[in-house]
């Protein structure tokens, strides 16, 4: 004997131009699906109504908000509840049970298989009550909402939630313009639909993630949703592909869509009802119980292909006061003040609160992940952040961390000298908003991959065919949080190891700790680096001595590759200059991944990224959002796990850098001369 069909009516007060009459089957049971649409009129609605009533199971009466937002309908809420009785003894639903608990798995859906998607995501919310459930749970991910209606833009219904009465005193307040007649009414709202709508798309600009309905889309004329992900429910193939034109990264349906036809959440809760004795009304386990045995999910849209778009800051700093002339209109006042003026300028400048230098943008990974980031200034100089107690930087630090918070950034990394005060960004991870690393173990990798690359170009200096030196390396300052990993790198990459620093007891211990690995290397230690400077081949300063002297640059081997990973620099331009037969390579230069990669310039050429910040960037490609590279102590495993991101998303070693920019194939090529010259010279005079 065969089931019949039970009538599953979905009354819309929107457009009639997506009416259909369809067979589908849910959990082993024939259904008939039939959408009639009002067109926004009422009256029509409700002899729809009247009419299926006859021979429906249950009607979903849907279609009041996005009636509103396409313009077809102005008038209020309330027009549903009076249509209900149209309905007589037939159940009617309008979804928003089942859309409530949709919203949420949906969203729960998207975090836990991309864990911090919406972290911090610049959110912009059209329709206000229609999207409730979906607003509280995205507050668990993110403070940066914004509300199309005026009155939640400034957050009254979680004001409401936490004063029933002041929600009280607001329906009351809006009372007496809720009873006029439409064409009377129309001068108090039309101002406010207005500004509501302008103000929607001034947010959207700059937003991350929308939630409205495709219809409210249209309504509020929003255009521009390019690289954004937009959360709605219901979204056809056509409707698919119009976003999808509009650039739209990704879009999260949260009504499940198990048929030929695509319906909305009043629907499947009609069928729901319709399967219940007498059709009842649903609980929440009801509902639940029916989502999982009928193997439903939200589904996730990808209409340009699979992307995800990660979002990062770095925070920076001047180094030295020569950086104001970059700035204006600092760079005028620097051209012409005096020297103490420009003390006291750089005295004043350390107490400004951070601002945004410059929104970087265009990096891609080959994996398709995208990421676009702000770097975040605060203006203390090394001098200044040194002659301040930790906690001064500290404020400063997460004052910026809130800065990025605001502007989306799901991860933060720290710049130069931010990372080295105090407890080297412990602290500031504890306290942030969002996860913090300082770059070191990038910065680690970087550092030898330089130095091999420009031994390599140099040729001077025996390499095997794994880019092993046969010869001798030393580290100054291996004690650091940089060299005590570039000493470990080194171990295995060279015949003799020189371990330098005043920290004898470290030094003992670090010397201890490699041999424990079997290195290839033999290890000495050294308190100084005077009495071996010039045997090596290869020498990296990573003391952060913020301008004391480290090396004499006079008594270094003709030939030799220096890698200075110290910021700001061990070696100045006039001891480089000193030594044209000498190779000083500033270390942790990356090439970020994209063919447009757009950055307001901090020193380095186009696209070009110092190690530290480069980590901060892999981090966000992977979609690591995680305090990843805090403290003095540098984890081995996590050096040799972003140096492999790195190659994963694409970075590769910059072009090789000096004091005075690049190194051009002529430049090598003229050092190379020189230490050559000079190698012959010292033996001639022996």
């Known amino acids: 004997m065969t089931t019949p069909h039970r009538l599953v009516v979905n009354v819309s007060l929107s457009s009639s131009e997506r009416d259909y009459d369809q067979q589908v089957t849910f959990l082993g049971r024939p259904y008939r699906l039939v959408r009639a649409g009002a067109d926004g009129d009422p009256d029509t609605a409700e002899e729809l109504i009247r009419t299926w009533a006859t021979r429906a199971d249950v009607i979903a009466l849907t ?66 009550v229609n999207h409730d459930r979906t607003t509280r749970v995205l507050k668990e991910f993110t403070q940066n909402l914004e509300f199309a209606d005026p009155l939640l833009r400034f957050d009254l219904p979680a004001t409401f ?13 809006s009372w007496p ?37 495709y219809e409210e889309l249209i309504g509020f004329g929003l255009e521009d949703l390019a690289g954004k992900t937009l959360i709605s429910s219901a979204i056809s193939d056509e409707r ?83 950086y104001f002339r970059s700035v204006e209109p600092l760079g005028t006042v620097a051209k012409y003040a005096p020297g103490p003026a420009m003390d006291a300028m750089e005295k004043a400048l350390a107490y400004l609160p951070p601002f945004t230098y410059s929104h970087v943008t265009g990096i891609t990974s080959p994996t398709g992940a995208e990421a676009e980031g702000w770097l975040i200034t605060v203006a203390g100089t090394p001098k200044e952040l040194m002659a301040h107690r930790p906690e001064f930087t500290y404020g400063r630090l997460l004052a910026a961390a809130d800065t990025a918070r605001k502007l989306g950034a799901q991860i933060m990394g720290l ?46 200096a025996e390499v095997d065919e794994q880019g092993r030196i046969s010869g001798k390396a030393m580290v100054v300052g291996a004690t650091g949080a940089i060299g005590s990993v570039c000493a470990r790198l080194l171990a295995l990459s060279s015949d003799e190891l020189f371990l330098v620093s005043p920290e ?35 020498i990296v300063t990573a003391t952060s001595g913020a301008g004391k002297r480290v090396i004499d640059i006079m008594q270094v081997k003709p030939g030799c590759v220096i890698t200075d990973v110290a910021r700001p620099l061990d070696l100045s331009a006039e001891d480089v200059a000193k030594r044209p037969d000498v190779l000083v390579v500033e270390s942790g230069e990356v090439q970020l991944p994209g063919d447009d990669v757009q950055m307001r310039g901090i020193g380095l050429p186009p696209g070009v990224a110092y190690a530290c910040l480069a980590e901060t960037v892999v981090l966000a490609l992977e979609g690591r959002y995680e305090t990843f590279t805090v403290g003095r102590a540098i984890e081995w495993e996590k050096v040799k796990e972003i ?34 010259a000079r190698r012959a010279e010292l033996a001639g005079a022996r």
């Not at 939630?161 to 307040?173: E, I, M, R, V």
């Not at 407890?423 to 990798?445: C, E, F, H, K, Q």
Request: charged fraction near 20%; hydrophobic fraction near 45%; proline fraction near 6%.
């Open 63 to 128: 279609g009041l908000r996005e009636a509103r937002a396409v313009g077809v309908f102005d008038g209020e809420p309330e027009v549903l509840e009076r249509l209900r009785p149209a309905a007589g003894d037939v159940p009617v639903v309008d979804g928003h049970n089942l859309h409530d608990v949709l919203q949420e798995w949906a969203i729960r859906q998207v975090n836990n298989e991309m864990p911090g998607y919406f972290n911090n995501a610049r959110t912009v919310v059209l329709g206000g």
């Open 161 to 173: 939630d936490a004063n029933p009465l002041l929600g009280l005193a607001a329906k009351a307040a």
């Open 177 to 213: 313009i809720s009873q006029l007649p439409d064409p009377v009414k129309s001068p108090f709202t039309t101002p406010g639909h207005k500004l509501s709508h302008a103000l929607a798309r001034q947010a959207a600009r700059n937003c991350d993630v929308v939630v409205a309905t």
């Open 240 to 322: 698919l592909a119009d976003l999808g034109s509009r650039g739209v990264d990704m879009v999260l349906d949260t009504v499940p869509q198990p048929f030929e036809v695509t319906v909305n959440a009043g629907v499947m809760e009609a069928m729901m009802v319709a399967m219940t004795t007498g059709g009842e009304g649903l609980t929440n386990d009801d509902l639940l119980e029916m989502i999982v045995s009928a193997g439903l999910e939200a589904r996730t849209l990808y209409p340009n292909g699979p992307k995800r778009k990660s979002r990062f800051a770095f925070v920076i700093h001047p180094l030295s006061q020569e």
């Open 415 to 460: 710049g130069a000298f931010t990372k080295v005060v105090g407890d080297a960004g412990v602290t500031v991870a504890r306290r942030a908003p969002l996860p913090i690393t300082t770059g070191n173990s990038y910065s680690a990798s970087g550092a030898l991959w330089a130095a091999r690359d420009a031994v390599l170009k140099l040729g001077l």
């Open 504 to 538: 004898t007891a470290k030094l003992l211990a670090l010397k201890r700790d490699i041999e424990k690995d079997d290195p290839r290397a033999e290890i000495h230690v050294a308190a100084t680096p005077d009495g071996h400077l010039g045997e090596m081949d290869v």
């Open 643 to 676: 140096y492999k991101l790195g190659l994963k998303h694409g970075m590769q070693l910059a072009t090789i850098s000096g004091v005075n920019g690049i190194y051009t194939d002529e430049d090598i090529a003229r050092i190379r001369e020189l230490a050559l």
